[in-house]
């Protein structure tokens, strides 16, 4: 059990609605990113908040947003959605906000299904 | 643009052969590269992390090489399990502030 948190596991949905995937981070950690796994796409980085803070973006479209709450944990909102928005949604997080000397620790994902 | 290949989508060797997979990246100076496990409906797990001015890792039975002359990494699994069967993801992470993952190596492992 990595200590991070995603609810819920499983979302199935239509297309053009707005959906919220929830993670918690591992005690203690500060900051969250987020990442879309598709089959085709294998795992992208979407965003990063740090203390409440957005602190990098990656390929993440308009029509998905994200923060961070005083509580520290992170919600990622999908709207308008597409079938090409099927995907595993996963939620990492790390104590301190520095890319690559960090072990990051996943939870297990959400997996969104639209129809 | 960058690019990040791991050698292959699939690699099936034999219980207690070494499995070699191969990360290659362009257009990319990467100041730290980890390697993850993924098992199949499960987030990535976390097993090395190499540095830019660092040669070579170990972790019992795993081994990691980064030679940024050649842009490439190569993880090796010695004495390998069927419980070794998996997808392995490299993922580099440099200046830009961002962290890229390769497409993963599904590695099968057969008694």
């Known amino acids: 059990d990595s200590g991070v948190t995603q609810t819920p596991k499983h979302l199935i949905t239509a297309t053009g609605q707005r959906v919220t995937l929830r993670c918690s981070p591992r005690?203690?950690?500060?900051?969250v990113y987020w990442y879309q796994q598709s089959l085709d796409q294998g795992l992208q980085f979407l965003i990063q908040y740090y203390n409440g803070e957005e602190r990098a973006k990656g390929n993440i479209l308009e029509r998905f947003s994200a923060q961070q709450f005083p509580d520290l944990h992170s919600e990622l909102n999908l709207s308008s959605l597409e079938l090409g928005d099927s995907a595993l949604y996963f939620c990492?997080?790390?104590?301190?906000?520095?890319?690559?000397?960090?072990?990051?620790?996943f939870g297990a994902g959400t997996r969104l299904s639209v129809l | 643009s960058q690019k990040i290949e791991q050698n292959s989508e699939a690699l099936n060797i034999q219980e207690g052969k070494t499995a070699t997979l191969t990360c290659n990246y362009t257009?990319?100076?990467?100041?730290?590269l980890q390697w993850y496990r993924q098992d199949p409906g499960r987030g990535p797990v976390f097993l090395l992390l190499?540095?830019?001015?660092?040669k070579e890792k170990r972790k019992e039975r795993l081994k990691v090489t980064f030679d940024t002359t050649l842009k490439q990494s190569l993880f090796h699994i010695t004495a390998s399990q069927p419980a070794d069967s998996a997808t392995y993801l490299c993922?580099?992470?440099?200046?830009?502030?961002?962290?890229?993952f390769g497409a993963g190596t599904r590695l099968t492992v057969k008694p």
């Open positions: 190499i540095r830019e001015n660092e």
């Open positions: 993922a580099l992470a440099g200046g830009n502030n961002d962290m890229r």
């Open positions: 257009n990319y100076s990467p100041a730290y």
């Open positions: 990492a997080s790390t104590r301190t906000p520095d890319f690559g000397k960090n072990i990051q620790y």
């Open positions: 005690s203690g950690d500060l900051s």
